[in-house]
């Protein structure tokens, strides 16, 4: 009698639980071929739209684990077991979560939008933040930077992309703006034309925009120049040094003085 009675409670358990049990397994196999296929469709898109490959590979990766976790859910609720609670304790979880990690949320937010949007890309000379650098690496949380003296610049995104940025790559060419002061002796037209030769003989000076030598200012103690020469944006420091350093040798050359700050001191004699 006892035995038959054990066979009879786990034959009621049988019919009771083996549909829940067949139905939550025949929801998982098609949830799961679902989901795969959904992916594919997703990757496909992200392909299209030339996201980029760090930010693609999270995003599958999020979605891929959030579609799964629908899933377990649904499972569950499928097998008689309740999920509100379940559910509740993800979400509070989850909100603990973004509550402590409210920053890296923000950077992570800021990369998303900077590899969306792309304002730049790697191996663009930017200025953001204060710094100035080619961009090395774009990752989901901070964007590293080579500085102008070999210096590693990291930068968080969330800074990054709520502030101005400046891309000197994007138009291929750059203006170096220059100043130069000589002597109120002497000749406007020689001092022009000799500023203009040492642009001219520069290889490294687009000729198209054209360079331009003007009278900045009459300062105090000399005639100011502005020598605006362009150039392609990986030359702008090698125009920037050897237009200054070439500019001396030929006003030398001509005879053209450079002055010099000087202070006159005046003696009261009792």
Same mark, same amino acid.
Request: charged letters at 20%; a negative charge.
């Given at each position: 009698?006892?035995?038959?009675?054990?066979?009879?409670?786990?034959y009621?358990?049988?019919?009771?639980?083996?549909?829940k049990?067949?139905?939550?397994?025949?929801?998982?196999i098609i949830g799961?071929?679902?989901?795969k296929?959904l992916?594919?469709?997703?990757?496909?898109a992200?392909?299209?739209?030339?996201?980029d490959?760090?930010?693609?590979k999270?995003?599958?990766n999020?979605?891929n684990?959030?579609f799964k976790?629908?899933?377990?859910?649904?499972?569950? *609720?499928?097998m008689?077991v309740e999920?509100?609670?379940?559910?509740?304790i993800?979400?509070?979880?989850?909100?603990?979560?973004?509550? #402590?990690l409210?920053?890296?949320? *923000?950077?992570?937010?800021? *990369?998303?939008?900077?590899?969306?949007?792309?304002?730049?890309?790697i191996?663009?000379?930017i200025e953001?933040?204060g710094?100035i650098?080619?961009?090395?690496?774009?990752?989901?949380?901070t964007?590293?930077?080579?500085?102008l003296?070999n210096r590693?610049i990291i930068?968080?995104n969330?800074?990054?992309?709520? *502030?101005?940025?400046i891309?000197?790559?994007?138009e291929?060419t750059?203006r170096v703006d220059?100043?130069?002061?000589?002597?109120y002796? #002497?000749?406007?037209?020689q001092?022009?034309e000799v500023?203009m030769?040492?642009l001219?003989s520069?290889?490294?000076v687009l000729?198209?925009?054209?360079?331009?030598?003007?009278?900045?200012?009459?300062?105090?103690?000399s005639?100011n120049f502005?020598?605006?020469?362009?150039?392609?944006?990986e030359h702008y420091w090698?125009?920037y040094f050897?237009?200054t350093?070439?500019?001396k040798?030929?006003?030398d050359?001509?005879g053209?003085?450079?002055?010099y700050?000087?202070s006159?001191e005046?003696?009261?004699?009792?």
């Amino acid at each position: 009698m006892e035995t038959q009675k054990w066979i009879d409670k786990g034959y009621d358990l049988i019919v009771e639980f083996a549909p829940k049990v067949l139905a939550a397994i025949l929801i998982w196999i098609i949830g799961t071929w679902i989901i795969k296929m959904l992916m594919k469709g997703i990757k496909k898109a992200m392909t299209k739209a030339n996201y980029d490959d760090s930010l693609k590979k999270f995003l599958l990766n999020l979605l891929n684990w959030i579609f799964k976790i629908v899933l377990i859910l649904v499972v569950l *609720g499928t097998m008689g077991v309740e999920t509100t609670s379940f559910a509740a304790i993800l979400a509070a979880a989850g909100l603990a979560i973004g509550m #402590a990690l409210q920053g890296s949320l *923000g950077n992570f937010a800021g *990369g998303v939008l900077i590899m969306t949007f792309k304002p730049f890309k790697i191996g663009d000379l930017i200025e953001a933040q204060g710094q100035i650098g080619v961009v090395k690496e774009i990752e989901i949380f901070t964007t590293k930077l080579t500085g102008l003296s070999n210096r590693e610049i990291i930068i968080p995104n969330g800074a990054l992309s709520n *502030g101005n940025i400046i891309n000197f790559t994007t138009e291929g060419t750059r203006r170096v703006d220059l100043v130069f002061g000589v002597s109120y002796d #002497a000749d406007i037209k020689q001092t022009k034309e000799v500023l203009m030769n040492v642009l001219t003989s520069n290889p490294k000076v687009l000729q198209e925009p054209a360079p331009a030598v003007t009278v900045l200012e009459l300062a105090d103690s000399s005639v100011n120049f502005a020598v605006r020469p362009w150039c392609k944006a990986e030359h702008y420091w090698d125009v920037y040094f050897e237009v200054t350093e070439n500019t001396k040798e030929a006003l030398d050359a001509a005879g053209i003085e450079i002055p010099y700050p000087h202070s006159v001191e005046i003696q009261k004699q009792g």
